[in-house]
């Protein structure tokens, strides 16, 4: 039996996670002064507006029915209300700092679906698209979170959506049969097999 240490310590993609807990917790270099905050938090606006963008798509694909001829194992469409609701916990939280700090709030008002969703023919596309969405915001806030954002405060709630984003985009690999649905590409080069 393989203990825990030794598991972590040869996974090939246990880097990136311990990574950006690392960095979304260290110490910022420069103060965090009001143009530091302006910053981030139009970070913040980008990635609410692309959770909304989200929720939408998924409110979509739900109640278009499409996810109904999936096979019945895969819980596909269980997951996709999980997940959505997720999404809507990541905008909440998102909303509740803009409100702290007298930002705009962002809604789903107006917002339609990822415009991929008109290629998509049926559950296997469906997932595809879902899939695809998580990968780009796993790593929208994992190049923003290590690159970009100054405020330990906007990080670490970045830090925290990053991996459920990422755990989306793995539960979705298995749904479709890629396997090992996790492996050193999906996190080191941030790839994935599937394009819809």
Partial sequence: MISRRDFLKNAAWAG????????AC???NSPEDNSNWR???NIM????????STIVTYNTILTSGILNDAPEALQADLNALLFKNHHNEHLES????????NFDLVDT?????????????DWRDAIILALNMEFEAARFYFSRMTDQLTTTFVRKRFANVFPVEMSHAVAFKF???EQPAINAGLFENFSIASKL
Avoid: H
């Fill in 109 to 121: 008002a107006g917002v339609s679906p990822d415009p991929r969703w008109g290629d998509v023919a």
């Fill in 45 to 52: 606006t980008e990635a609410a507006r692309f959770e909304a």
């Fill in 16 to 23: 990136v996670p311990i990574m950006a807990g690392l960095n």
């Fill in 26 to 28: 260290e110490t910022v």
């Fill in 94 to 101: 998102f909303n509740e700092a803009f409100a702290e700090k």
């Fill in 39 to 41: 910053d981030d938090f």
């Fill in 175 to 177: 749904m479709l049969g």
